[in-house]
Each structure stands twice: as C-alpha cells, then as structure tokens.
C-alpha cells in the first residue's frame, strides 16, 4: 500500500527540477531496477512492487525500503506505458571526474533526444568504455526515458557534464577524434588504446569550437542514399571499429 | 482551413487498421516531407501545411492537392509532439517481391519497437542495403513512429512482410547469417555480396526455427559488461563490417 504523499512524491521526479532537488531518481522495470540493486555504485532508496515480484527478490532486497502495492496503485506511479511490476527511487550517482590518460572516452556534443542518450550508454558499456563526456545541453542523464534505454548500464558507465571546448582543452596530449560526414574512413582503423571520441548532433553535427580541436577526422562510409546515421547507430559502429 | 472531417480522417490514420482501408499513411516534417515529394516512388495524396512551408516549396506542390492551415490545426492533425509545419497523407507504397541473388538483404525477427524498426530502415539505406523482409509481428511500416524514425528512407528501401521460415527456406542456395551472442567476430569478416542477414529482437534473439536454416553466426564481440546492444546498434556494427 502506497501513500497518496509517496504517489505524488514518485510522480514529481518525472521532472528534472525535483530529481535535482531530491537528489534522486526512478528507475522501473524487473531487469533494470536488479541491475541497481546489484549494482555496488547504485543505491536504491525506495521501491515498489507487485507481491511475486517482492517474494522473488527477497534476497537482493535486505537493506531496502521494500513496499507492496497492488497493479492500480502500479499504474498510478509509473511513467512506463506498460508498467513492470516494479518501481524504484534511487540515489543519484556521485562520480569523481577520472583521468582520460589511456583509456578510450566519449564525448557526447548535443546529443538531445532521451532515447539515443540512454542508447549510446548502453553501447559503450557493451564495448567497453566507461566515461562519457557530455556538453550541459545533452539530455538530463536521470530522464526516465534515458535510465530505461541504458537497460542498466546507468550503474556502470560514468556521465560527466562539462563545457566541451574548455575541458577537451585540459585534456593535455590525449587524441581528439571527431565522427564527420567526411574524412578517414573508420572501418579501416585500427584499435586505438587511448583518446576521445566526439560524436555529434543529427542534425547539425560538431560545433565549431570543438571541430578546431580535433586531431582526426574519421567518418563511416555512406554506400546508399540516407542523408544521415542515427547517433546511437554511428556511435556503434565507430566503438566496434575503434576499441 | 481544414474541415472537420478532414481533421477526423487524418487523426483515424493513427491506426493501423484505418491505415489498411484506406491504403495511406501519415508523414510529418519538412524534412521527411520533401524527401517524399521529391521521390518518385511515393505518392502525396494531400497535404496540409503552414502558409510559409507552401510558399518555400511551391514547386514541389505541383501535382499535390494542398491546402494551408495555421497552428492550431496543425496542433490538431500532428501525431508529433512537437508539431512541424506540414502534414502529408501519402499512398501506401506498392512493391513488387524482387530477388534476394547478387543482394545483401536484411530480415527482421520479431523487431517490435518502432523506433528500432524505422532507425534499421534508415541504416539499410545508409548502407545500400535496399530490401528488407520482416516477421508479421514486426512493427507496421506505416505506424508514425516508424515512418519518422526512418527519416525519409521509407521512400527508398523496400519492405516485405512475410512468413519468415518458410520464405527463407524458398530463398535456394543464398547464404544465411544469423547474428548470435556467440559466432564469428563480424568485425574480422570481409564484405560480401550476396546473402540474407537476419537481426533478431533483443530480449529473446531469433527463433530456433529461422536459427535451424543458417549458414553461419555471426557476433559482435563484447568488450564491457552491457548484457545486449540495441536491435538498430547492432544492425549497423553488422552492415558496417559486411557491406
């Protein structure tokens, strides 16, 4: 049984103002929320869930703040269309800023849409890389719609937000790679061990500022007629070249 | 001004079973608009669109009954959230099943989330890839979520729907490659020419009876711990190393 407090509680961190104020964020669905409940840097502060899937789970759940609701009560606090099964509040990440000195990085410039945001996490946690950089006006790492496209991969990889130009700056002597529409063609590369990957807006690409630091450009080869690459698509297919 | 009725019939191509009656689908946005226009395998039925939108693309509206409306009927008619100054009724597109020798086609198991249909369309495109057969539970082509994410591909790669096993067994003596968690490195392969690259959906990878027909598996190696890539990522990684 839910509060109608915990209700609304649960329905204002949809908004990125009451996340930042709560220092929290929701996460739903059996994979994702097991995923942060055994996940060492996730703290899960609250959740909610259907009867079985409480009992199911009874072992990962000993420090947590469990509570049974029923389906209605389900419907009510998700931001799924499909709810499932289970609803967690959980604590924001805190990351300490990390070397870029021999590892691959991304760095994400604009990179709006929730969906390809959650996706590209998803993607480089597959492949490897573990820090990503993002420009402040890339989606809010904690949207709903990003935490259930990373299907997890929130708890492993690093986001840090940061004034692009100014910080690639800082990064004394590590490579910068930007993905173009035209320029060294990345299927033929070979895997490098340290640097950063820019990928850029659908739309309108690599900002300037960003483009004047680059060391190489490197593109994946269009052989039809799609003007563009989906970033997530690009952002694959660049890591399966490169790591 | 659009009539009421008008407004009605538009907002009823939201549906897929409307869709098949009236043989239509609904486009929206300049970008995917135009490139609609400009084809020549796609037919604008009407089009309904803001007054500056008409004046800047008056000679592509030659052929096309369209009619001027503001923002509110705009609002109205949208499937979008944002709202993108033109909506267009286009005819279903007619496509004669062609071979799949001297091709490299696409097929799609079980791809259900259209967004990831519409984005492996746009990568075929991309990559030359020109036809795709699916499983009749795909998403629908003609669904607004599918014909957005394909950014006006939709226009030039052909889609088929088709009983997948009995089909992909009609397809004599062409190559079969399936991609697994466990295969051949993709990313070490050479390009080929010809064969059938099946995708399957991501929960539950590809049915035992369309894995029974393969010639090989083939996988994207995983570096990290992410436990699965997005159907569209992983649809790219592969095009990228075989086309």
Redesign the interface.
């Given at each position: 049984m839910i509060s109608k407090s915990q209700s609304k509680y649960i329905q204002s961190l949809g908004q990125k103002k009451h996340r930042d104020e709560e220092g929290v964020f929701i996460a739903e669905g059996p994979k994702l929320v097991t995923e942060l409940l055994k996940s060492k840097n996730a703290e899960v502060k609250n959740l909610y869930a259907l009867d079985d899937w409480l009992h199911d789970n009874e072992k990962l759940l000993t420090d947590v703040d469990a509570i049974a609701i029923n389906e209605a009560e389900l419907e009510k606090i998700s931001q799924l269309k499909t709810p499932n099964r289970v609803v967690a509040v959980v604590k924001k990440f805190e990351e300490k800023e990390s070397t870029t000195k021999g590892k691959l990085s991304l760095v994400l410039d604009t990179i709006q849409d929730p969906?390809n945001f959650g996706?590209i996490i998803?993607?480089?946690?597959?492949?490897?890389?573990?820090q990503i950089f993002c420009s402040h006006d890339c989606a809010d790492l904690y949207n709903p719609k990003v935490v259930q496209?990373t299907?997890?991969?929130i708890a492993?990889v690093k986001v840090f937000y940061a004034d692009l130009p100014s910080w690639v700056k800082q990064q004394n002597e590590i490579r910068v790679y930007v993905t173009m529409l035209e320029g060294k063609d990345v299927?033929r590369m070979t895997a490098i061990k340290e640097g950063l990957i820019i990928i850029g807006n659908e739309a309108n690409g690599i900002h300037d500022d960003l483009l004047q630091l680059a060391n190489e450009r490197i593109t994946?080869p269009?052989?039809?007629?799609?003007?563009?690459?989906?970033a997530?698509?690009?952002?694959?297919?660049v890591l399966?070249?490169l790591?």
């Open positions: 969906g996706t998803r993607t480089a946690d597959w492949f490897g890389v573990q496209a299907t997890g991969s492993r299927t994946i269009r052989k039809g007629e799609a003007e563009s690459l989906n997530g698509v690009a952002t694959g297919i399966a070249c790591v």
